[in-house]
């Protein structure tokens, strides 16, 4: 088996026993971002000398006796809105195509500390709006099980990443599902931790109040691994939670034994692929097998969590992306007057879908339009987070899909905005209502195509999220890790 084949926990495993150096893994995957990115387009640029070199630091400390974190030496890739210092951050938009941070972000500070070599940035959505990976100013990523596929976004160059082998780990931004639903298309495992359990300084701002930085994985330890590394306090952010971190990878053997499932019964509903709808039941009657206790429920604002997500964070991105002028820093366009440069700045800079938002939330946020549109959103969005408060009063954990369909076809929603907004549909309420959600892989759909499962906690409750993926797992017989990636037959792996 191929070192790009290894769960990070394997490799970790492999690296502290020193069966193998970290200068091997991480050329191990570079080969093999060399071999499959110029089909999938998850990198928007790599870093092959600065992930060789920290390998090869990694390497000196472990020979020298040095004890080194349990993560070191396991290579990781990073979504492109996340601040690294002194390397292109992009947020797959024409604006800041040649912006470079002065700053890392305190996730990246986090993995540098730890010394995992940094593989490259990864493609998203432009400033993370997007449901495809399409909207990407660069090029759109493909899902490396039918390149005819969306990967799902926003973080669809960082889900691609782990799903081709590309990455053993990856760093991911949610919005309102950007981990979650690509995460479910690609057949990976992705986290939106709670919000304010991650820190934000440093993820350039798409909605403030929504945008949380998550793992993605091939499993729940691995997930959980990365998670003890990024999750906890930090003073740069004030919404940053101060609870005690726990060890999210210590003891996850599942115990089932009269934890309370509630089914969502919302899935059922129009727009969701028979064949999700039943990968969900089936995942429900196998937690009652068991030992667990499933019961059914609705959530009362569940129709008008969209609504209300594209008011709130497009308002939110209108203020956020004000900042993009052409004055201070990133792309700019001469022009006769302050007025005129300031138009084509924002009009060449941005792309057709981070205009709609901004123009939607500027619409929201307008004098005579406030009160009815975004003051009202934000009094759902509270009501939303009452219905989960009342949900988790009679359940532990809450069951429904991740995407309502499999990976859809590159370009078949691409001009139809709402359609593209329809599938975010499993994803937006938790998001609204700040809770933990993971997505874990449900098997194939007839078509060949990756299911995944959505399972939801109560705030900081993600190892018991974590938990219950390893016992999904555990049961998901003869379908793979990965994907075979069958535009590589004739020429090996």
Not at 163 to 177: E, I, R
Not at 197 to 202: D, E, I, L
Request: aromatic share 8%; charged share 20%.
């Amino acid at each position: 088996m191929h070192l790009y084949e290894q769960t990070a926990f394997e490799l970790s495993r492999m690296l502290n026993s020193r069966e193998v150096s970290s200068v091997e893994v991480v050329r191990s995957f570079l080969e093999r971002i060399d071999e499959v990115d110029p089909h999938l387009k998850a990198f928007i640029n790599y870093t092959p000398n600065q992930a060789l070199e920290t390998a090869g630091e990694v390497d000196s400390k472990r020979i020298g006796g040095e004890k080194l974190p349990a993560l070191a030496g396991v290579p990781i890739a990073v979504k492109d809105n996340i601040s690294t210092m002194g390397l292109q951050t992009t947020c797959a938009s024409r604006i800041l195509e040649n912006y470079v941070p002065p700053f890392d972000a305190t996730v990246i500070s986090a993995i540098k500390k730890a010394k995992m070599p940094i593989l490259g940035k990864t493609n998203l959505d432009e400033f993370a709006m997007g449901s495809s990976t399409e909207n990407s100013a660069f090029f759109p990523t493909h899902n490396p099980w039918n390149l005819e596929r969306v990967p799902g976004g926003s973080s669809g160059g960082s889900v691609v990443a782990v799903a081709a082998g590309m990455a053993p780990l990856a760093l991911g931004s949610d919005t309102g599902g950007s981990i979650r639903q690509p995460a479910a298309m690609c057949g990976m495992t992705g986290l939106r931790p709670t919000y304010g359990r991650v820190s934000r300084y440093g993820l350039i701002a798409f909605a403030s109040s929504l945008d949380q930085i998550g793992p993605v994985s091939l499993t729940a330890l691995d997930g959980a691994l990365l998670m003890n590394l990024i999750a906890g306090y930090d003073p740069l952010d004030s919404t940053s939670l101060s609870d005690a971190v726990p060890d999210y990878s210590a003891r996850l053997e599942p115990d089932l034994n009269n934890l309370r499932i509630g089914v969502i019964r919302y899935d059922q509903g129009d727009g969701f692929d028979p064949e999700v709808t039943a990968a969900v039941y089936k995942a429900a009657s196998l937690l009652e097998e068991y030992g667990a206790r499933v019961g059914e429920l609705t959530l009362p604002l569940t129709d008008y969590g969209l609504s209300a997500y594209y008011l709130i964070a497009p308002s939110e991105a209108s203020s956020n992306l004000g900042r993009y002028d052409g004055v201070r820093y990133g792309f700019s366009v001469d022009a006769d007057s302050i007025e005129a440069m300031f138009s084509r700045t924002r009009g060449e800079g941005f792309g057709p879908e981070v205009k709609r938002r901004i123009m939607i939330g500027t619409y929201a946020l307008s004098a005579g339009y406030y009160d009815a549109y975004y003051l009202k959103a934000m009094k759902v969005r509270t009501m939303i987070r009452s219905d989960y408060e009342e949900a988790f009063k009679k359940y532990d954990l809450l069951l429904g899909a991740a995407s309502p369909t499999p990976a859809f076809r590159l370009g078949e929603k691409i001009e139809d905005p709402l359609q593209m907004y329809l599938s975010d549909v499993c994803n937006i309420t938790d998001a609204l209502a700040g809770v933990p959600s993971l997505a874990v892989p449900a098997g194939l759909h007839s078509s060949g195509l990756p299911v995944g499962l959505q399972l939801t906690a109560r705030p900081l409750k993600e190892k018991l999220l974590f938990k219950t993926a390893r016992f999904f797992e555990e049961h998901r017989k003869q379908v793979p890790l990965r994907p075979e990636l069958n535009f590589l037959e004739g020429r090996g792996r």
